[in-house]
């Protein structure tokens, strides 16, 4: 079971390559929208590698309660 | 009883696109004619879609105007006369008559033979759908030459205040010419539907309904675009690869990539989850055309082939995909 950091460690690497965003800027406390200009579309890129990932399944009504890197990381943590 | 006389091997071994033609409407209409109606900036559609400017057909930009023109250029660039074509086939949403077709039109007015003629519904995939279809007929013998055409007024069917839509549907028309071929130049085609997403992009209303309603509005289309985004971004690239492996090639003999062009961001997603070479020529022609379903394939290709992008000899891999949710993929030989 991999701890909350390595999870997102490992969702900073997927935030980066979807969007260019520097890795360190994607911790817990910061909005995918406010903080880190991740975009609708880019969300879905995001969505769906992080799926690829974990092996777990994120409905397209779920997305828009992940409104912060916590919440993700949660949400993952949660189905793992 | 005698049997009925079946003829054999009648057709060609193969199929090939002969010809490709394109007609842009002459109005160009630039995002910052669409913003004030969507609260929205010229920076916000391009970074969410790529479309700088898209053309909207005026009162005489017809569907079968647009697509005769089209179909001439096509015929002209394959060297075949019209009485040569034996099937018209008209892939569109936005011909506002249910009957008769518009291909029948489109048919008589480029001056067939009384050709066969009917309009194949499959949305923003139909033009691969009927490209599917020509070959079959040209292989099996049902026609030799079949003219293909993708055609759109989706400017009559998009709410110009609609967030999600206002921005992408655009007008025009493409048309190729298949004909028989001593090579292989049409790869199989990978297709299907999804009806579980059916309702995801929609007219919205059924026309009794509306006909019934106090105070009748036109039903555009809707749709819900995160997840079409989705789908067709990485359930798409999963359908290409497909194609390229009936084909029986890989993504490194491809030359050219024609991916219907539904919005910029699906062109990037599909070809960074395929992994497409950098060698590879991406059609983009949804920054000036932005979508025009049915039609936006061969526009694409024909852009590309008029600017040197895409040569004679040339692969590609068409694709397809759209309401229903439709889809159909195939890898073709440029003429």
Known sequence: MPSTDEIRADLADIVNEVAGIPADDVQLDKSFVDDLDVDSLSMVEVVVAAEEKFGVTIPDDEVKNLKTVGDAVSFIENRL | ?335
């Open chain 2, 1 to 335: 009883m005698t049997g009925l006389a079946l003829e054999a091997g009648s057709g060609s071994p193969h199929a090939r696109i002969l010809g490709v033609g394109a007609y842009r409407p002459r109005r160009v209409v630039p995002n910052s004619e669409v913003v004030d109606a969507i609260d929205s900036s010229d920076e916000w559609i391009q970074q969410r879609s790529g479309i700088r400017s898209r053309r909207w057909a005026d009162a005489d930009e017809t569907i079968e105007m647009m697509s005769v023109e089209a179909s001439r250029a096509a015929l002209a660039q394959a060297g075949i006369d019209a009485r040569q074509v034996d099937c018209v086939v008209v892939a569109t949403v936005s011909h506002m008559l249910n009957l008769p077709s518009a291909a029948a039109a489109i048919a008589h007015r480029l001056g067939t033979d009384q050709a066969a003629a009917f309009d194949v519904s499959a949305a923003c995939a139909g033009f691969c759908h009927g490209v599917a279809l020509a070959s079959d007929m040209v292989r099996a013998g049902s026609a030799r030459h079949v003219l293909v055409v993708g055609v759109e007024r989706l400017s009559d069917m998009t709410d110009p205040t609609d967030r999600g839509t206002a921005f992408i549907f655009a007008d025009g028309a493409g048309a190729v010419v298949v004909g028989p071929s001593e090579t292989p130049a049409i790869g199989p085609v990978v297709w299907g539907s999804d009806g579980e997403q059916y309702d995801l992009i929609r007219q919205k209303d059924d026309w009794r309904d509306v006909l019934a309603a106090d105070e009748p509005a036109f039903p555009f289309m809707t749709m819900q675009g995160a997840a079409v985004f989705r789908w067709a971004s990485f359930t798409m690239a999963k359908t290409a690869q497909q194609a390229l492996d009936r084909a029986g090639i890989t993504v490194d003999d491809l030359d050219v990539f024609v991916p219907h062009q539904a919005n910029m961001r699906i062109t990037d997603a599909m070809a960074r989850t395929m992994k497409l070479p950098a060698t590879v020529r991406v059609a983009r022609d949804i920054a000036e055309a932005g979508n025009t379903s049915a039609a936006s394939v061969p526009l694409a290709l024909e852009r590309m082939i008029a600017e040197g992008e895409a040569r004679s000899g040339d692969i590609a891999l068409l694709i397809a995909f759209g309401a229903g949710l439709a889809y159909a993929a195939q890898v073709v030989v440029l003429p």
